[in-house]
């Protein structure tokens, strides 16, 4: 069985910071690419970053500066660090893998979800 496990959300004043966790299981994502999305009250899931087997990187334009996402594959874990936090980042964010692919932005790309971890920024 495919697991991905989030862990690391809760609530966070404006300005500070939070480091997201995604262990996955179930099999190897060491060639996977990984990527974080998330969805807030009253809005569609939308894509905050990813990364490749080869550690490429990609971000919204709306996290660009202030989060970095990164992975260990030993650990199969990646990390979303989360620094200068706004109130527009509160949200559920999830977890996700994509076999077979260098970059996807889209929720129809990713093939395995974990079930999400909630971030609040208070203002």
């Known amino acids: 069985q495919v697991l991905l496990v989030e862990s690391g959300g809760g609530f966070v004043q404006a300005g500070g910071s939070l480091r997201l966790s995604c262990a996955a299981s179930?099999?190897?994502?060491?060639?996977?690419?990984m990527g974080w999305f998330r969805r807030a009250p009253g809005k569609e899931r939308e894509f905050v970053a990813s990364?490749?087997?080869?550690?490429?990187?990609y971000y919204a334009d709306s996290v660009k500066g202030r989060f970095t996402i990164s992975r260990d594959n030993a650990k199969n874990t990646v990390y979303l660090q989360m620094n200068s936090l706004k109130p527009e980042d509160t949200a559920v964010y999830y977890c996700?893998?994509?076999?077979?692919?260098?970059?996807?932005?889209?929720?129809?790309?990713?093939?395995?979800w974990g079930q999400g971890t909630q971030v609040t920024v208070s203002s």
């Open positions: 179930g099999r190897t994502f060491s060639t996977d690419l």
């Open positions: 990364i490749n087997w080869s550690e490429n990187r």
């Open positions: 996700a893998a994509a076999r077979q692919r260098s970059i996807a932005t889209r929720t129809s790309e990713y093939d395995y």
